[in-house]
Every structure is written in C-alpha cells, then in structure tokens.
C-alpha cells in the first residue's frame, strides 16, 4: 500500500463544492479556519469554499486513505492521529467536536452529506488500484495510442470468438475483491499444458469473461474441480466428441450471486450463469493451451463449449440436489462439474403416474450417444418443476426415481450386439447371453432439479467416457 497523506493537527474538513450540504456549511467552515485554523480539503473544486485557504484533493489521496465516504466529514487530529469525526451536518456534533458553541446556530439541526468522490462506483476501481498498492505479478502489455484492445485481444488468440473485456489492473484489483485468497495462491495445474494458475491468473480470465466480483469464488472452484484427474480435461479437450465441463451450482450462494434456476436456466440472458462458465472455458484455453484445431479435436463442437453452466433450484427442489447426492452437506455452497454434451429436451405432458414419466424418460435415455452403447457414458437429467411434481406427490425420493428410470432402461444384450436389428455398431457380441443391461453404470444417471414452472420437459445432459478411463463427475464446495 502507498503511503497515507499525514493529516495536519488540529480540525480537518474534507468538502466537495456539488455537495448542497457542503454549500449549506460555507459560512461554518470559514469560520472554522479563521477561528481554529482548521484545514479544509476540498475533492472537485480549488476555489470551493470561496475566501477560504484550501487544498485539493485532486487525486483523491486524502480522501481514499482516510476512508472519507461522506462529505462533509469533519475529523479532529491529535498528534497525526484521527481521534473522532462527524459526517454530514449535525450541529450538535460539530459544536462538540470543534468547541464552538454556537457554531452553525442559525443553520438547520441536521442534514445529511453527500457521497464521497473517493467511493463514486466510476473512480473507485481505479482508485483502488492507484493506492491500494499492486497485488498483481502478471506482466503488463502496452498498447498504442491508436490500439483497439478488445481487436488486438482477438488477433493474438485470447478471445474464444466472442469480445472479451480488457483486463486493466484497475479490473482485475476489483475482482479480487470478491475473495479472501491470495492472488499468488497456486489454484490448479491447468491442461493440456499443465501450467499452474495463480487466483490471480483466475481473476483475469473472469474479468475478460464478464465476470463480477462476487462470481469469483465459483470460477476458482470450478477450475479447482476441472482441473484434475479425476475430471481428465485433458481428455476432455483431446476427444473428438462435443463434450466439455458442465458447471452445476447449489446452495444459497447461486441466489446471492443472481444465478438463474428457473426458466431458461441452461440457455441465455443471466450473467452469472453465462460468464462463470466462459471464465472456466478461457482459463483452459489462455493458461492451459486448449485450443480449438490444437488439442481441442472435437469433430462438430457445440454451443456449451462457450459456456455451460446453471444453478440448481435446490431450495424448492423435492428430492434435494446433486451436491448432497456427492457428499456436500445442506446450506453449503457447491459446483459439480460434469463431462457433458449439450442439452436435449425430453417431451411427456401426459404422463401422470411415475412409472409411465419414467418409462418415458427411459426411453429418451435410451438413445443418448446411441441406442446400443451401454454402461459407458453418465447422464445428468435436469428435471423440470412439472415432471418432477408427478414423483413428489407419489412421496419419491432421488435414490427411488433413478432405480425406476434405470429400470426401464435396460435391455436383453441381443438386442445390443453389433449387427443387431441390422446396425453394425452395437457392443461385443460375447455381451449377448446376458438378459438385462443397464445403460448407465451404478450411480451414472444423477439428478438435477431446474426449470421453469410452467412446461411438461426435462433436459438429458449426455456424459462422455465415464469412470477411470474417462471422467468421473467432481463435486467442491466453494471457497471464499
């Protein structure tokens, strides 16, 4: 941190000439200098108040390293020590503090200040960055004065085809804000180039996503969650299919933060959905190296390779929400990240009784990646309010709906076998004699619960290769 201006002994009074209180004590703070010798700054105007000695607080050194929010503020100083202020106009409290009693007499009793130029929203990040002294180790790039940041962003790569906003350390200081870790604190070991990145490497990634400052904590954990070997995103990165991280939050933090649960919870118009997300997918790409036509093999892609990411409606949900399914207690914030494709919509708006929504739901399930490819892949089923109800009010819990859906989703291995029903893929013919497959391993269809009210639909997130070989699903609970 820089040094803090030294305030002068005596009374010192911090004004701006915009504020109409400051305009209402004119008549007080020069009686105050002539009498007392009090010092007078002033934050916008050298000449304010008139016929009175004042120093500028141009630069707003002052008023940032003396946390002055309001104006006026009167402080009393002993030995370059504050020993107390008043801010705003209170005539009692000006009296006592400068000893003048009958200061102000003929002016109202109260009246509130204004806000302080220190803390206006448009200055406060620059300020910060200016005096709060630099946390940030990254390297600076300078640009020319005729230079478009957001156009040179994307002509050296960092962009994933979207304008991103140019991290200033004005931003990126502001970002930090938003957690209690160190910026030198080594989140992850990103792939595929399986580089270390700081909190504060995190941070920039989230200001370049369109991140706020209270969305920070839920990137550092979705990288902390991706970025392992449990997750493989290398592998994730390597494969040909459309597959990337799908970020799931849970708990009251989604609501803090703005998360979107309900309508349109997996598709546009949310900021904390849309660039907590893309902060993830930019980390990997601009730290890691995984970038499209390089590492990243995948034949046709897809939309949630930008951004995938939702808040599960766990407050309202019946069957609780997948974190707790993973071991995360209730009231506790979480991310689960799963290797997904994008989403899919299941249509039954007949179905009244569990085991036909089921059936119904299993048949959808079925054909995920393909009809005859079995104990592979994962799922997520994203169910909505309304499909979800029909489970509820038969008193289901989770555990009982997936072993209904799961038990309508198996079949006779002959019928699964290359060359069956005509289709040459299909798995090992030895696979034939055994009379009931299922088609998610033990524990791979998991349940989540968002959406709107309003609508007889589910989602079906298909998984990638899951288990050891591939991905297994990660759960963190999310670290201020």
């Known amino acids: 941190m820089t040094n803090a201006p030294t305030l002068p002994d005596g009374l010192v009074i911090v004004v701006k000439e915009e504020c109409e209180t400051c305009q209402t004590v004119v008549g007080v703070l020069t009686r105050l200098q002539a009498e007392l010798g009090a010092s007078i700054y002033s934050q916008d105007n050298p000449a304010f108040p008139p016929a009175a000695d004042v120093v500028h607080d141009e630069d707003l050194s002052v008023s940032w390293h003396h946390d002055i929010e309001t104006v006026p503020t009167l402080i009393r100083v002993s030995d370059g020590h504050e020993v107390e202020r008043t801010v705003g106009w209170d005539r009692q409290e000006w009296q006592r503090i400068s000893g003048v009693e009958?200061?102000?007499?003929?002016?109202?009793?109260?009246?509130?200040?204004?806000?302080?130029?220190?803390?206006?929203?448009?200055?406060?990040?620059?300020?910060?960055?200016?005096?709060?002294?630099?946390?940030?180790?990254?390297?600076?790039?300078?640009?020319?004065?005729?230079?478009?940041?957001?156009?040179?962003?994307?002509s050296r790569g960092w962009s994933d085809g979207l304008p991103v906003v140019p991290p200033t350390e004005a931003r990126v200081t502001a970002m930090l804000e938003g957690t209690a870790r160190d910026p030198a604190e080594i989140v992850a070991t990103v792939p595929p180039d399986l580089v270390d990145v700081t909190v504060e490497k995190v941070a920039i990634a989230a200001v370049m996503a369109g991140c706020r400052p209270e969305y920070l904590p839920w990137v550092l954990t979705a990288v902390e969650a991706t970025c392992n070997d449990t997750f493989n995103m290398?592998?994730?990165?390597?494969?040909?299919?459309?597959?990337?991280?799908?970020?799931?939050?849970?708990?009251?933090?989604?609501?803090?933060?703005?998360?979107?649960?309900?309508?349109?919870?997996?598709?546009?118009?949310?900021?904390?959905?849309?660039?907590?997300?893309?902060?993830?997918?930019?980390?990997?790409?601009?730290?890691?190296?995984?970038?499209?036509?390089?590492?990243?093999?995948?034949?046709?892609?897809?939309?949630?390779?930008l951004s995938f990411c939702f808040a599960e409606n766990d407050g309202d949900s019946p069957y609780g929400r997948l974190a707790g399914e993973h071991g995360i207690d209730d009231g506790v914030d979480a991310v689960t990240v799963f290797a997904g494709e994008g989403p899919r919509c299941v249509v039954d708006q007949i179905s009244r009784e569990p085991d036909?929504?089921?059936?119904?739901?299993?048949?959808?399930?079925?054909?995920?990646?393909?009809?005859?490819?079995?104990?592979?892949?994962?799922?997520?089923?994203?169910?909505?309010?309304?499909?979800?109800?029909?489970?509820?009010?038969?008193?289901?819990?989770r555990e009982e709906i997936t072993d209904l859906i799961t038990s309508h989703c198996t079949r006779p291995g002959s019928e699964l076998i290359r060359g069956a029903g005509g289709i040459a893929e299909g798995i090992p013919a030895e696979m034939g004699e055994m009379e009931a497959i299922p088609k998610f391993r033990p524990g791979g269809l998991m349940l989540a619960y968002a959406g709107g009210g309003a609508g007889l639909f589910s989602e079906i997130i298909g998984g990638w290769v899951n288990g050891e070989m591939g991905s297994e699903p990660v759960t963190r609970a999310v670290q201020y």
Do not use: Y
Request: aromatic fraction near 2%.
């Open 102 to 154: 009958d200061l102000g007499a003929e002016l109202p009793a109260m009246r509130p200040g204004c806000g302080s130029m220190s803390v206006d929203p448009s200055r406060v990040d620059a300020l910060r960055a200016r005096f709060s002294g630099s946390r940030l180790a990254a390297r600076r790039i300078e640009l020319g004065s005729a230079e478009d940041p957001i156009e040179m962003m994307f």
């Open 234 to 305: 290398h592998g994730l990165l390597a494969t040909t299919m459309p597959v990337g991280p799908v970020i799931i939050c849970s708990g009251p933090g989604t609501r803090a933060i703005g998360m979107n649960a309900g309508g349109n919870a997996l598709g546009q118009g949310n900021r904390a959905n849309s660039t907590i997300g893309r902060a993830l997918q930019l980390v990997v790409r601009n730290v890691g190296g995984g970038r499209p036509g390089e590492v990243d093999r995948s034949t046709h892609g897809g939309p949630g390779k």
């Open 356 to 397: 036909s929504l089921a059936r119904s739901l299993a048949a959808s399930l079925q054909a995920l990646h393909h009809p005859k490819l079995v104990i592979a892949f994962d799922a997520v089923l994203v169910m909505g309010p309304e499909h979800a109800r029909v489970f509820a009010d038969a008193g289901m819990d």
